[in-house]
């Protein structure tokens, strides 16, 4: 029998470790996962995405990079990028849940497995309405929709100049090449 991590636990064991092991981890599925250090090109990417997010919804809503969503006992991830509704207290008081979150964001290079398939479920049985994966080699964008029973119903792929319309966040609009950094 394998047993489940909690958030709870996870705190206390950052708590614990050495203050020198700078390690990101995140809880999925109650297992402990453990974030490599970014390349390049990943680090771009991420930099490019969060301007671009942070620009085009302005003061209406939050940006978020690489910070927890609680979504239960056992699950808190850290996505790349998650756009929240705005809060009195900005998020000080306790991590966005669910119902705080519009979309989220993964870049992924190194990790798009996991983003496009255990990720993808946590946040769909979450019911996070929208859900994009940014494929930083191939530089396309995986669009999920609609979460039911712990999938998306809908998953669209884009390139290039094709441009993606949010559906949780009126008039946001971009294309899959503003996302990425210029190479």
């Given at each position: 029998?394998?047993?489940r ?49 942070t ?12 910070h ?30 669910p ?60 390139k290039g ?6 559906t ?16």
């Amino acid at each position: 029998m394998r047993l489940r991590t909690t958030v709870e636990e996870l705190y206390r064991l950052y708590a614990a470790r050495d203050p020198a092991d700078t390690q990101r981890m995140e809880l999925i599925e109650g297992e402990i996962v453990l974030m490599m250090p970014p390349a390049p090109l990943l680090s771009a990417s991420n930099t490019q995405t969060n301007g671009l997010m942070t620009q085009k919804v302005g003061d209406a809503y939050r940006v978020r990079c690489k910070h927890p969503i609680r979504i239960n006992r056992h699950n808190e991830p850290q996505p790349d990028i998650a756009v929240v509704k705005p809060r009195k207290d900005s998020y000080a008081l306790s991590h966005p849940d669910p119902d705080d979150v519009l979309l989220i964001i993964e870049v992924s290079d190194t990790s798009l497995d996991f983003d496009l398939n255990a990720k993808r479920h946590t946040y769909a049985k979450a019911e996070i309405a929208e859900y994009w994966v940014l494929d930083v080699n191939s530089r396309e964008l995986h669009v999920f929709l609609s979460p039911w029973e712990g999938d998306y119903t809908q998953h669209a792929t884009h390139k290039g100049d094709d441009e993606v319309v949010c559906t949780t966040i009126a008039d946001l609009k971009v294309s899959v090449r503003e996302l990425l950094p210029a190479i």
